[in-house]
């Protein structure tokens, strides 16, 4: 079986003792390719160089969480880098863009409306650029869709993933129904998580895609409590070798073979990412 991570954050600092051993331990799993998101402008080289050296793919954006942070002249960067690497069959998308109303202080003025501001301006680009779109979403389904419903205009559709994947049934559809995929990752592990649970259980098959998050959103059997880590316990490190485990668990809560998944979850992604295709060969 072939696995991809749809969204892994391979350049993150947690990754710098042995990167080059993370990917390889993820290939041996069956984690035939990556797709790393860009978060800020000062990354944009560094995911794009890692992309390249690993085999894998890339996208090109500026991260909410990151927005304080960022200006309008990292907005014409951001331009200017999809124009210079347009014809880089690794660069597979805008992402990670989006909204974030669960960090208080992204929630309050100015920061909630510079938000908006800097995710529509991405839409923008996309469209400019004709690259599909990987969406961070953290309460913000519905701000998320009235952008892209305006900024998709008359044709109405769109490429690309809902990250991380969050919102309601009547959410998911809506982003369904635009053209995403939806993205599922260690957060579905977590038998607590039902609302999650029952969305992968249920959702159409063809919207699924698989990712990590990696080395964020560990799933359950990497998490240790805040008392284990008071007595020395470590929070184990999410990575995309865990990827296949993950999708075994959606595979259980559908009730489908684990090569039914795999199978579907490729196909997903090539029509999400549609420039994989011939990364994947």
């Not at 960022?70 to 690497?85: M, Q």
């Not at 559709?157 to 995929?181: T, Y």
């Not at 992968?200 to 998490?223: F, G, K, M, N, S």
């Amino acid at each position: 079986m072939r696995w991809v991570d749809t969204h892994v954050h391979l350049d993150a600092p947690e990754f710098d003792a042995d990167r080059s051993a993370v990917r390889e331990s993820a290939r041996q799993a069956g984690v035939a390719h990556c797709v790393i998101p860009a978060v800020e402008r000062s990354n944009f080289d560094t995911v794009r160089l890692l992309a390249h050296h690993g085999g894998d793919s890339y996208c090109l954006g500026i991260h909410p969480l990151y927005v304080a942070g960022a200006s309008d002249t990292d907005l014409v960067a951001l331009d200017e880098a999809l124009s210079a690497n347009a014809a880089d069959p690794r660069l597979v998308a805008v992402g990670e863009i989006g909204l974030d109303y669960f960090v208080p202080a992204l929630c309050k003025s100015p920061l909630r409306e510079r938000q908006e501001v800097v995710y529509r301006q991405q839409l923008k680009l996309s469209r400019a650029h004709g690259l599909p779109v990987v969406l961070h979403v953290r309460k913000s389904s519905d701000r998320l869709l009235k952008h892209l419903r305006e900024v998709a205009g008359p044709q109405g559709r769109w490429q690309g993933i809902a990250h991380a994947f969050n919102g309601s049934e009547v959410q998911a559809a809506e982003f369904i129904k635009l053209g995403f995929k939806l993205g599922f990752g260690g957060a579905v592990t977590y038998e607590r998580a039902l609302q999650l649970r029952h969305l992968a259980r249920t959702l159409p098959l063809d919207a699924l895609v698989l990712e990590t998050d990696a080395p964020d959103i560990q799933p359950h059997w990497l998490y240790t409590t805040a008392e284990q880590r008071a007595t020395g316990v470590p929070q184990g490190r999410n990575a995309p070798a865990e990827l296949p485990r993950i999708a075994q668990c959606i595979a259980e809560l559908r009730g489908i073979p684990l090569e039914t998944l795999a199978q579907a979850a490729l196909s997903n992604s090539l029509m999400a990412l549609p420039k994989l295709g011939a990364l994947l060969v």
